[in-house]
């Protein structure tokens, strides 16, 4: 099964990353596949290349990096959200890409299932 | 909104890529306008879904029922006053706007508050409204 | 003067406005900003808890979220009192201190 | 199956619990995760909403959410099925859709 | 909490500059930890204070009292826990810890379920104890 | 009166930024002043040099940069926090600085009120 994600809240703030980023590991866990994850209002400071969290901590922007790297998951940043926050290719994390919200409804379109995670 | 007006553009070519399936949209409003930004960014999907071609509604219940009051005013917080794009649904063919009666009910609201013309359901209809779509958004 | 209790969430929304009034002090002010302005509109659930709550506290709301909001001010429950930004700077001002129920 | 819906905030902090009890339909299923965890615990007054649910709706709660507060096992509202993140996905593509309640 | 000690060098400097006076500084936790990054933060700033010689409480009410449940264990959701910080507290003489008896009564925990020692007081000595304070911080 | 304020959420999300701006906009047309504005959790993301919000809404960022100049105000972004969210110098607006929670404190002491404004 294809599953959609979208994330609605930055990063440590609130768990909403957290959680689907241990949805998503196991869906591919479980043999499922991700269609996209797609970051939406705080969501996409997520995608910063910037954050330095202490070194106990863990470090979000890098996992998704690493997650996407390793299931070849397409992580989209929607770029209207992304300029009012600041969030750009200048400080943009790999693995992420900047683009419209014809993507989020794209995903909804061709997933399965699509799962919010926010506040 | 302009942002999300020009985005279409780009938004139109990805969706012929996903040409002919037409899914059911349910946008679910629960969230008050202004204190947070929720409201006027799932508006910002909305518009977007229109070039779609999908089978859009939008439920407003809980707080959401607040997104719908006429005569907002924001120059006093200096934030801009989103409220004029519901009038506007209408021209991008986005015409399923339900808001639930015992939400306005509990809010002392009535449809004559409200700056659209809506369709007022009850509490149990609008749940198995929701029930039959196939992709259900919240913010 | 004692605490100037904020208050900024819908009342339909959390508990915080309950949490609050349980708590403040009489001769307390609690001022609603935000989503916190629908806790003043009358015909609500909430309206017979304000008229409660100003028998030992101050209720002032906030005017330009009132208006972001498309709450009229002949909306607004009897009693409670509708001020500006000038208006909570000399609220924070008289009172000894602030407290802000987040 | 019908309606998956998840509910991620405090019963004590918001009315959202609420909300979503009030309007899932019977057979759906209900998935209490992050700070929706404290739903399922025994000795509240929420007990009973739980209990009462269960009578049209599958009750949920994420174990991980549940360690992480301190809240054991034992101490889950009995008929509350506990599942992990693997359980989760199970759940999302048992049922026709997810409905979650920000 | 490492940063947050490391911290504390450059904000005893700081605090030279404001020697002398001492203030009662409350900290107030109403939100349960993990689903937000409240609890944890409000911590670090708990624990710079401690360098500043002010006079510091803590008050745990509504669903802050979850934040002192013990037996956390965080692995399963792959966020660090924070709450043996609770316990290092008394090492900066930090040792003013409210809980109120109505919150927890009404989640069914009693002092037995916390991790620290802390004074457990009624709704109402607590909310005189809080209007005493002279800077009040809410997270 | 001096006031303190301690902003805890990021621009438009949610309005606590906003409600802080017209709050220390008022204060000072009273003839009062800021001792400081302090940015904490995701309130750090209010200094971002980066941010684009459309041409028709407010710049949040902006107008603390202008605030700050205008009226000589201290605006202090937490490290901690900033490091975490991936603010730093960087990508820090004008007007703003980054420095440690002490700041937070110390403006406790000496400022006459403290306000918060958050979520």
Known sequence: ?119 | ?139 | MPMLHTVNKSPFYTYTLESCLDRAREGSAVLLIEDGVYSAMRGTPIERRMVEAMKKLAIYVLGPDLEARGMTYDRVVSGVKVVDYGGFVDLAAQHNNVQSWL
């Open chain 2, 1 to 139: 909104m302009s942002e999300a007006i020009n985005d279409v553009g780009e938004s139109v070519e990805t969706g012929e890529s996903a040409a002919g399936k037409v899914k059911k949209f349910m946008f679910i409003n629960r969230k008050s306008p202004y204190g947070t930004i929720y409201a006027l960014e799932s508006l910002e999907v909305v518009l977007i879904s229109a070039a779609f071609d999908q089978d859009v509604s939008l439920a407003f219940f809980d707080d959401g029922v607040y997104q719908l009051v006429k005569g907002q005013k924001t120059q006093g917080i200096g934030i801009k006053n989103h409220s004029p794009t519901y009038r506007a649904l209408d021209g991008y063919d986005i015409e399923k706007l339900y808001v639930e009666k015992e939400s306005m009910e509990l809010r002392g609201l009535t449809t004559e508050d409200l700056l659209v013309p809506v369709q007022q359901l009850s509490r149990g209809e609008l749940s198995k409204l929701i029930d039959t779509q196939d992709v259900v958004l919240s913010f």
């Open chain 1, 1 to 119: 099964m294809e599953f959609g994600i979208l994330i609605n809240e930055g990063p440590y703030t609130h768990q909403a990353s957290d959680t689907a980023y241990n949805f998503a590991a196991a869906a591919i866990g479980k043999g499922h596949k991700i269609h996209r994850v797609f970051f939406y209002h705080d969501g996409v400071n997520n995608g910063t290349r910037l954050a330095e969290p202490p070194q106990d901590d863990r470090h979000i922007p890098k996992r998704w990096s690493e997650f996407a790297k390793n299931h070849n998951i397409d992580l989209v940043i929607c770029v209207a959200a992304a300029l009012r926050r600041g969030i750009k290719d200048e400080n943009l994390a790999e693995g992420f890409r900047i683009s419209g919200l014809g993507q989020l409804v794209e995903s909804g379109i061709q997933a399965d299932r699509l799962l919010v995670f926010g506040d």
